[in-house]
């Protein structure tokens, strides 16, 4: 007898298919592009104002009007990613766990995250299929670029 296959539980949205070598060639190149070294990590501050030549906005929000049941937003629509004030903040001190996150955001919008439709004939999902999964992956190969450890999946409290 066969033992039951368990079946992967997204912890994001169904988007399209990417294996880590994809997301590693993809993150690979927007490092490059971006000059992200081993010293980018010490200014922080810097790399993200830079990000706006690139039509991509960080929007810090007051901690006072931030809902905090996420760490961070991604607009892929308008090249936005909001973070709550003091997350931009502990990036701009060298927070390495702020760092990912916005490394994390940042690969919503570098792989193009858009959901996909599927039902209940669908095949059963699998992580490369986890818009989460995919974020975290990219993050972890940036991390890595910068000399720094991976932070971890994100957790969501609903």
């Given at each position: 007898m066969s033992e039951p296959t368990q079946r992967y539980e997204l912890k994001g949205s169904r988007v399209?298919?990417?294996?880590?070598?994809?997301?590693?060639?993809?993150?690979k190149r927007f490092g490059e592009i971006l000059r992200i070294s081993r010293r980018t990590r010490f200014d922080m501050e810097q790399f993200m104002e830079g990000l706006s030549r690139h039509r991509i906005c960080i929007d810090p929000v007051d901690d006072s009007e931030w809902l905090f049941f996420t760490d961070g937003l991604c607009t892929p629509?308008?090249?936005?990613?909001?973070?709550?004030?003091s997350t931009y903040l502990r990036i701009c001190a060298g927070d390495q766990e702020a760092i990912g996150l916005l490394f994390h955001e940042l690969g919503h919008l570098m792989l193009a995250h858009k959901?996909?439709?599927?039902?209940?004939?669908?095949?059963?999902?699998?992580?490369?299929e986890d818009s989460e999964w995919q974020a975290d992956a990219f993050s972890t190969f940036v991390l890595a670029r910068m000399g720094l450890p991976e932070f971890g999946q994100l957790c969501f409290d609903f």
């Open positions: 399209v298919h990417l294996d880590a070598d994809k997301i590693k060639k993809r993150a629509e308008n090249f936005t990613i909001r973070i709550p004030e959901t996909v439709l599927h039902n209940e004939r669908s095949a059963p999902p699998c992580p490369e």
